[in-house]
């Protein structure tokens, strides 16, 4: 009896143990991916559907047979809108969750956070959102704008004649470094073009900030000096009050046009947008794209937001972050599988000239040295419905300018700074 109740336990414990084998081989045998996006605080009104939309590419990647063989496994950390804390997310997906790639971050000063801890750790950052420019990193690969990709374009159509011929601007942002090293750049831009410092306002709000009331007050003020646009850089949940106010003080898009660079279908969903209607934005895609690729892309986050019971999803919507984030994880793993390896600079290297057929309509190129998308530029029109209308593009993708020449001194750093080998 003794004998048969060793037998059984002997036999338990080699069970035991070839299970516990069966795990970490099934463990080993993944490549973990870090998404590091803010699912609470004041950015998480953005960023929460780009770690939904890094789900459904990374499931999508693993349907097809995963990368090089091995299935993708998703580590989600939130930062929570609290940017030493993206550093210290950062430092944990690479060095505890020993994650082959970091897919994530929204506003510039996230970005700026966790560089460091990238190139000391030589980890990969893919960052999705359009940004200010004035950086270049061997250890980012910048998948949203650079501001000759969104910024410049918007403020010349504002000036054209389509645009409604603006002598005007107010600049109008949340108080971080994107907003003011855009509107930076952006002075500078106007400058050059004949515009004084007497004609442009320049505005900011802390995050989260929701009182706009003065704010839209002093923008119907200054407009009555003439043909007058706002330019905005506001980042968040601030934008819901913002288009508000606009609305409950009546400011049309026929008397102040506002262009945003930071509102798109996904912040929409939570405004009435009726009284918005004629209002624009500056991005690389829209939603409303007409092609056979955004239909399916389209589609399939609909699906996806349905059948994962995502909030909202029966009036889910995509945007370009979200686009820029499933061309990022795309190109890294079809990077990944030329070099037959998920090590950073075997992918570094893989990366330079990759090529996807984007739901925007335009085949992207991963740009050979400077690690900026070639990305078509689009000025979409709101819509009653919160779509955008496109107004303007670009027939052909345009190369990223990561240094500005408006700002002195550019001209003295080389667009050819980051070498991918």
């Not at 063989?69 to 804390?85: I, Q, R, T």
């Not at 003080?249 to 506002?258: H, I, R, S, Y």
């Not at 993708?397 to 003295?412: E, H, L, V």
């Amino acid at each position: 009896m003794k004998r048969r109740s060793l037998i059984k336990a002997f036999t338990l414990t080699a069970s035991i143990a070839a299970m516990g084998m069966s795990w970490t081989l099934q463990a080993a045998e993944t490549i973990k991916v870090g998404i590091l996006h803010s699912l609470s605080g004041t950015m998480a009104i953005s960023e929460t559907s780009l770690k939904d939309m890094a789900l459904m590419t990374i499931d999508e990647i693993n349907a097809k047979g995963g990368v090089n063989g091995k299935m993708l496994e998703a580590v989600v950390v939130d930062p929570a809108s609290n940017w030493p804390l993206f550093a210290e997310k950062s430092r944990q997906l690479l060095t505890q969750d020993k994650v082959a790639v970091v897919f994530g971050c929204w506003t510039s000063v996230s970005r700026k956070s966790v560089l460091p801890v990238f190139e000391e750790l030589n980890g990969l950052l893919f960052y999705p959102v359009q940004y200010e420019g004035e950086e270049m990193s061997p250890n980012v690969f910048y998948t949203g704008a650079a501001p000759n990709q969104q910024a410049i374009p918007a403020v010349e159509y504002l000036m054209s004649e389509d645009g409604g011929s603006a002598k005007r601007f107010v600049l109008l942002g949340t108080d971080y470094v994107y907003p003011r090293t855009t509107n930076k750049i952006l002075r500078a831009f106007l400058h050059s073009k004949g515009v004084a410092d007497k004609d442009i306002e320049e505005v900011y709000t802390p995050f989260g900030h929701s009182d706009y009331q003065t704010i839209v007050s002093n923008i119907k003020k200054f407009s009555a000096g003439g043909k007058t646009a706002v330019i905005s850089t506001v980042n968040g949940d601030s934008n819901v009050p913002f288009y508000k106010e606009l609305a409950n003080q009546g400011l049309k898009a026929t008397d102040v046009p506002v262009i945003a660079f930071s509102v798109g279908e996904e912040e929409l969903r939570g405004i009435d947008t009726k009284p918005l209607v004629g209002n624009l934005a500056a991005w690389n895609y829209f939603e409303s794209v007409e092609n056979p690729v955004n239909k399916k892309f389209v589609n399939d986050w609909k699906a996806y937001a349905k059948a994962h019971n995502l909030p909202g999803a029966d009036k889910a919507v995509t945007n370009d972050p979200m686009e820029a984030t499933y061309v990022g994880i795309h190109m890294w793993a079809q990077a990944a599988e030329k070099a037959k390896s998920t090590d950073v600079d075997k992918v570094r290297e893989a990366m330079a000239g990759q090529t996807f057929a984007a739901p925007s309509g335009y085949t992207l190129t991963m740009d050979k040295t400077n690690h900026h998308l070639h990305k078509p530029v689009m000025i979409g029109e709101i819509q009653d419905d919160g779509q955008f209308n496109v107004v303007w593009q670009t027939k052909e993708p345009i190369r990223a300018q990561p240094w500005s020449p408006y700002i002195p001194g550019n001209d003295k750093k080389p667009d050819y700074a980051v070498k991918s080998n």
